[in-house]
């Protein structure tokens, strides 16, 4: 795996690592990077090397998860930056360009009546278009794929393999609310919500993170 976190001039970037201990000494730096919320929920510091170490990062802005899945290393909007394989290609502050999207126009709609899944709208749009890595088939993924990440780490782990994620709103999951159709099924990253899962609006805007 080829990236770490590490504490430069104040600020958290990213750099090229396969050392273990590199990765141990990291993780106990990143959590001075990170605001005070983001505190809050953090594995020890051999579980979070751990964690990273299961996820491939393949070095063209994309990451293998331990089950298989690939997924894009930046948030929608966000542009991966090579040099310091990191999300930092636009934009700036807190999101580095990450675009939030509704999930659907209308209440109700762009949701298939069987699987429950978004079929149309937004989200759903934002993924299908994309092309990262040289690839695409991109889609959004189900409430449970996002439960990987969100049940699997903290956002200190986070940040290793998906450096500059977002954590001001939700992410959207694919997943239609199975008991109110207006609803679609969002995920925080944030600090003291990270992993907690909420029925939305699906006409409210979130982030949107793709899978294939």
Not at 83 to 104: E, M, Q
Not at 121 to 129: E, I, L, Q, V
């Amino acid at each position: 795996m080829g990236r770490t976190v590490v504490l430069s001039s104040g600020r958290c970037v990213m750099i090229r690592s396969i050392s273990l201990l590199t990765i141990l000494i990291a993780v106990f730096s990143v959590f001075s990077c990170l605001n005070p919320k983001d505190k809050e929920k953090k594995l020890d510091s051999a579980s979070s090397a751990f964690v990273i170490m299961n996820y491939q990062d393949n070095g063209n802005g994309t990451v293998t998860a331990p089950d298989g899945l690939l997924w894009m290393k930046c948030a929608y909007g966000q542009v991966w930056d090579p040099a310091w394989n990191a999300c930092t290609g636009t934009g700036g502050g807190t999101t580095f360009g990450a675009r939030s999207v509704k999930y659907c126009e209308v209440e109700g709609l762009c949701t298939n009546a069987v699987t429950l899944l978004a079929d149309s709208g937004p989200a759903f749009d934002a993924c299908n278009t994309i092309t990262v890595g040289g690839l695409t088939g991109w889609r959004l993924p189900t409430k449970y794929e996002l439960g990987n990440i969100g049940q699997g780490m903290d956002r200190p782990t986070m940040l290793w393999i998906f450096p500059q994620t977002p954590d001001d709103k939700e992410f959207w999951s694919s997943s239609q609310d199975e008991s109110d159709a207006n609803l679609a099924r969002a995920m925080s990253f944030a600090g003291l919500s990270f992993g907690q899962e909420y029925g939305r609006q699906k006409t409210d805007v979130k982030y949107v993170k793709c899978v294939r």
